[in-house]
């Protein structure tokens, strides 16, 4: 019977541990009221705009897009910021 409930709380903690990693990682950054992030190349869920820069070339990747959007541009790879 102890063997169960040490089972059992152990599987509630490892639940409880992937729900807060899970929201920890997809969390959206929090920005203050009425602050915008700069103008930037949209991304795709999850890997952001990773699959967009040339990993043999990636300055000609930021060059355009700096002649696109402007000096300021915000660019995310994998959500990290």
Do not use: C, R
């Amino acid at each position: 019977m102890t063997g169960s409930v040490t089972a059992g709380g152990l599987e509630l903690v490892a639940v409880l541990a992937f729900i807060y990693a899970f929201k920890t990682y997809f969390a959206k950054p929090k920005l203050p009221h009425g602050v915008q992030l700069p103008p930037g190349p949209p991304g795709i869920p999850i890997i952001g705009n990773a699959l967009a820069v040339d990993v043999s070339a990636p300055w000609i990747t930021y060059k355009t897009w700096g002649s696109q959007y402007g000096k300021s541009l915000s660019n995310h790879h994998f959500y990290s910021n």
